[in-house]
């Protein structure tokens, strides 16, 4: 099996042969061009586009559902909204109501379980030897504890929402005169 391309006959001027560096010239682009094109330029910009685009999702962000109607000011509208969902005003009512005891009940509940890991490996890591593996077991936990505390952060953010009926940003629910610990 012959590992290089066919060749072109030389041109016979006067019955030379070519030269020595132009056959290896030949050889070397044969050699040299296998690797290149198994590189995958194409895969890689296409993957590079693929990647573009879910960030562009991302950091788009969820959309909201277009049944919850705002005012102008931010405000949730409680009669319109309670007519895209198809409720009386009494019903979104009380579906406000019984969501935000669901929010009261999640923020509490996330809060003590935050509190309580972090406790249990406050507690593990003043017991445990001094070593590189069991110092990265530790800080590897610490992400459970934190989320723990970002879900009861969120449960009372949306329970603030609902109390006051606004759709406001952490940042504003951070900002707040209000109470801050749901209700």
Same mark, same amino acid.
């Given at each position: ?29 044969? #050699?040299? %061009? @296998? $690797?290149? +094109?198994?590189?995958? !330029?194409?895969?890689?910009?296409? *993957? ?9 999702? #991302?950091? %788009? @962000? $969820?959309? +909201?559902?277009?049944? !919850?109607?705002?005012?102008?000011? *931010? ?109």
């Amino acid at each position: 099996m012959d590992l290089y391309p066919p060749q072109k006959p030389a041109k016979k001027e006067g019955g030379s042969k070519p030269s020595f560096f132009r056959r290896n010239w030949r050889r070397a682009r044969f #050699v040299a %061009g @296998g $690797p290149i +094109a198994t590189i995958g !330029l194409q895969e890689i910009s296409g *993957g590079a586009k693929l990647i573009d685009t879910l960030f562009g999702v #991302v950091r %788009g @962000g $969820p959309q +909201a559902d277009g049944r !919850l109607k705002t005012n102008a000011d *931010g405000t949730i509208d409680l009669i319109a909204t309670a007519f895209c969902f198809g409720v009386s005003v009494e019903e979104m009512v009380q579906r406000v109501r019984a969501r935000r005891e669901q929010t009261v009940r999640a923020a509490y509940t996330m809060f003590g379980l935050g509190c309580l890991s972090l406790l249990l490996w406050l507690y593990g890591v003043l017991q445990i030897r001094m070593n590189s593996g069991r110092i990265l077991s530790a800080v590897e936990f610490l992400p459970f504890c934190v989320l723990f505390f970002l879900l009861a952060f969120k449960s009372g953010w949306m329970n603030w929402q609902l109390r006051t009926l606004r759709m406001g940003s952490a940042i504003a629910y951070l900002q707040t005169t209000e109470p801050f610990l749901p209700q």
